[in-house]
């Protein structure tokens, strides 16, 4: 097991657990800041 296979799955599938949507809320806000 290297490093980057243990940091990488680790952050996948807590990214997809539900950070996924918070992540999707913050990048259309900035993209609404961003871009008015």
Do not use: C, S
Not at 9 to 21: F, V
Not at 25 to 31: F, K, N, P, R
């Amino acid at each position: 097991m290297t490093f980057a296979q243990d940091k990488g799955p680790r952050r996948m599938t807590r990214q997809e657990r539900a950070p996924q949507e918070r992540v999707r809320v913050l990048l259309a806000q900035e993209a609404a800041i961003l871009l008015p």
